[in-house]
């Protein structure tokens, strides 16, 4: 079966810290991986999406960026972050648009 | 500008009615999703619906999809509290093949 890991789970950093956060998917090959922020009581933004190695497409423009250096691994970063970087960070994976999706258990990000 | 609409957003009922949350979008598509989020965790799949028309059951919920009418709903039946979570409609534009659009979501409190 598949399963999706999303690490940490929390996080507290300083306004010009930077930022990393892993995600990585087992039991499926070829994912199209997405980096999602929901701000609180709102709905999901779609960050960055993946539908191979190295490619990554950015729908927001932002200080965050993302990479796939693996074909199931997927990482969202910062250089430095801003106070409005603040958020709840999903990541979740499809075999396609007719599929559903598979979030990962989420970070909560708070850059103080 | 591609929207979509939840309503309502806040929903609070008794154990045992029935109730339906609608969503309603901007944008051409047919390939409509509700996710389901309980408070601070992630999101989990409840229906994909891909066709106008098509309509889904799991439980004490049924999710339809009216593709001309641009609308989807999401009905509850004899509503039980572990119903109680936020839930989320998103869209797929007929010109993306990953963006998808979120609703805000509807936030249910179910009462014993």
Redesign the interface.
Known sequence: SQTIHQWPATLVQPVGSPLSLECTVEGTSNP?L?WYRQAA??????LF?S?GIGQI?S?VPQNLSASRPQDRQFILSSKKLLLSDSGFY?C?WDRS??????????T?LTVV | ELK?EQNPLFLSMQEGKNYTIYCNYSTTSD?L?WYRQDP??????LF?L?SNGAVKQEGRLMASLDTKARLSTLHITAAVHDLSATY?C?V?PMDS????I????T?LIIKP
Do not use: D, H, I, P
């Open positions: 199209n997405y009581g709102r709905g999901l933004q779609l999406y539908v497409s729908e999903l979740a648009m007719n599929t559903e999706a598979f979030f990962g258990q989420g909560r | 979509v390939r999703y601070g965790k992630s999101l989990e799949s994909v891909l989320f998103a797929a093949n990953y963006q998808l979120w609703g805000a979501g936030k």
